[in-house]
């Protein structure tokens, strides 16, 4: 299995330590230096420079919008969608509404533990559709594996980064008490089972722990000693 996605920066000799974002916009900011030693993309694992993906890097071939798939864009493992139809504020104005006047929501939606750098395309492909397993193979995207079946809203991830995205929304369940379907904890308990934690997850979490003040504790322990505020 190819296991290049995100293994952040365990050579850096200090981590910068910030206060957590309090949005969308500060969150993606504060993203692409997390990301920039890297520089690998979620769902297809391909190398990126800039706000350029390299599609050659991971043979992914433009399923129809190409121009988006040649960008990167900043993707929430668990949608905005998800987070805010469980609050009253997304009935009365959608995702606009929350953002200006729901407290959590705005946290909710710009932690940076459910935060990962994505092809354009692909993450306007997964919308707002959830994870499961699917019987098609991989063929929409060239090498890519990940799958995304339209008729029945749903995605299938490349095995690489199964685990992580059941752990991602176990945090994010926990944290802002977010409701998942049994069909849902049952699928990511077997993911979290199938894949389990592997270095480069252990060191993403402590670099973004370092900048949102802890950890995803599914992911296990952070030191937080090991961060430090830039001058």
């Given at each position: 299995m190819i296991r290049r996605l995100l293994p952040l920066l365990c050579?850096?000799?200090?981590l910068s330590l910030h206060a957590a974002p309090a949005t969308f916009a500060e969150a993606k900011r504060l993203a692409w230096p997390l990301y920039a030693k890297q520089s690998t993309e979620f769902y297809c694992g391909c190398k990126y420079s800039g706000n350029r993906v390299d599609l050659h890097s991971c043979g992914y071939t433009p399923r129809k919008n190409a121009n988006r798939a040649r960008r990167i864009e900043w993707e929430h493992i668990v949608p905005a969608w998800v987070i805010g139809h469980q609050r009253q504020c997304w009935q009365k104005g959608g995702r606009k509404n929350c953002?200006?006047?729901d407290t959590q929501f705005r946290k909710a939606e710009a932690d940076l533990h459910n935060l990962v750098p994505?092809?354009?395309?692909?993450?306007?492909d997964r919308s707002n559709y959830s994870f499961a397993w699917l019987p098609q193979k991989p063929h929409q995207y060239g090498r890519c594996q990940t799958v995304v079946d339209f008729k029945a809203r749903k995605v299938m991830p490349r095995p690489a980064i199964r685990g992580m995205i059941a752990r991602t929304y176990f945090y994010m369940a926990d944290r802002y008490k977010l409701r998942l379907s049994k069909q849902d904890r049952q699928l990511y308990q077997a993911w979290n089972k199938a894949y389990p934690?592997?270095?480069w997850e252990r060191q993403r979490n402590q670099r973004v722990a370092c900048v949102m003040g802890w950890g995803n504790h599914h992911?296990?322990?952070?030191?937080?000693?090991?961060?430090?505020?830039?001058?």
């Open positions: 050579c850096f000799a200090s953002a200006a006047n994505s092809i354009g395309e692909v993450n306007g934690v592997e270095p992911v296990g322990s952070v030191d937080l000693s090991a961060c430090r505020k830039t001058p």
